[in-house]
């Protein structure tokens, strides 16, 4: 991503750029970046396309023609899936030759590294994977964002206000203007400030649901339940949610097991190094066996209500008053 921030400053721009990954703020972000130097407000060379089935000889021909008036023409292509499997061959062919008054631009959520369109784009341009960020990049642009606005956080603050907030960096832009709102003429950002003002995911609700259940606090399970049912969360997503959660819980109990701790835990399954230490006093309340126990009532009641034995509504609400 420097490497498009370096272009974006110098000038001198690449002919290629594919921005991919599941980040959506930062491809978002970069790919509005790119289009206002390449061809800022010009509409006459600048041509969006976006989705499968696109006409490759159209593409091409724009490509090869002239920009009018302009430096250099923009072709924008976004989810196209050209970048999994084949149907990309006459592109691939094209691109080392497309002449340099022409910039085209890929953003796609998949792509197939593989593949030899991502090769050709590899080779003639740059390719930019937008990934997840993790706790300390997170805390330091999150940080970084209240400091202009003349905030200023405690870094358990931060861990609490990342814990109800997610690692989406779009969802963690909006809460911080909100928050930045909320302490209007204060300058330090308090724990009661965050909890006050900033919205709790779906999943952290899910967190503390699986937290009542530990601690067979069925009543407190039950009302955010019908918080999530109020909020027009579908019953078979939360169970899903659920029978994720516990999974989680059971990967976690058996690292720990093992003897590793909150960071190598998070390093190996993925996970933000706060969400695993939200989960590790989950892993300590329950027996392994218990885990499990859950883990089958998730299945079983999935498949009752495939089966029609049992409405979606009714097969979470038993899950959750079953106590072991």
């Avoid at 190598?264 to 996970?271: D, E, F, P």
């Avoid at 309340?285 to 079983?300: G, H, K, N, P």
Wanted: charged fraction near 30%; aromatic fraction near 8%.
């Amino acid at each position: 991503m420097k490497t498009i921030s370096q272009d974006i400053k110098s000038g001198e721009f690449k002919k290629i750029y594919l921005l991919f990954g599941e980040e959506a703020f930062l491809k978002r972000s970069y790919k509005n970046q790119l289009k206002a130097a390449l061809v800022g407000d010009d509409a006459m060379n600048y041509h969006y396309f976006e989705g499968r089935g696109l006409d490759l000889g159209e593409i091409i021909s724009l490509a090869d023609t002239m920009p009018f008036f302009g430096e250099r023409r923009l072709i924008q292509i976004e989810e196209s899936g050209l970048f999994k499997g084949s149907g990309a061959d006459e592109l691939v062919e094209y691109l080392p030759r497309m002449p340099d008054t022409t910039c085209m631009m890929f953003v796609e959520s998949e792509v197939d590294k593989r593949s030899r369109l991502y090769k050709a784009v590899k080779a003639a341009g740059y390719a930019a994977e937008m990934v997840r960020q993790d706790e300390r990049q997170l805390s330091a642009w999150a940080g970084g964002i209240l400091a202009k606005a003349g905030r200023k956080i405690t870094q358990r603050t931060m861990d609490l206000f990342l814990s109800r907030t997610g690692d989406d960096m779009e969802n963690i832009r909006m809460e911080l203007e909100k928050l930045i709102s909320y302490t209007e003429g204060r300058q330090v950002v308090t724990d009661r400030d965050v909890e006050e003002i900033c919205t709790e995911q779906v999943t952290g609700r899910i967190f503390d649901m699986v937290a009542a259940i530990a601690g067979r606090r069925t009543r407190q399970a039950m009302d955010l339940y019908e918080d999530l049912l109020t909020l027009r969360e579908p019953p078979m997503r939360i169970l899903f949610l659920i029978a994720r959660q516990f999974n989680q819980i059971l990967q976690v109990k058996e690292l720990m097991a093992g003897g590793m701790g909150r960071e190598g835990i998070a390093s190996q399954l993925k996970l933000q190094p706060f969400v695993v230490g939200k989960i590790m006093p989950q892993a300590r309340s329950f027996t392994r066996e218990q885990i499990l126990s859950y883990v089958d009532l998730c299945v079983d009641a999935e498949e009752a209500v495939k089966t029609g034995r049992l409405g979606e509504r009714l097969a979470v609400e038993l899950l959750i008053a079953k106590n072991y």
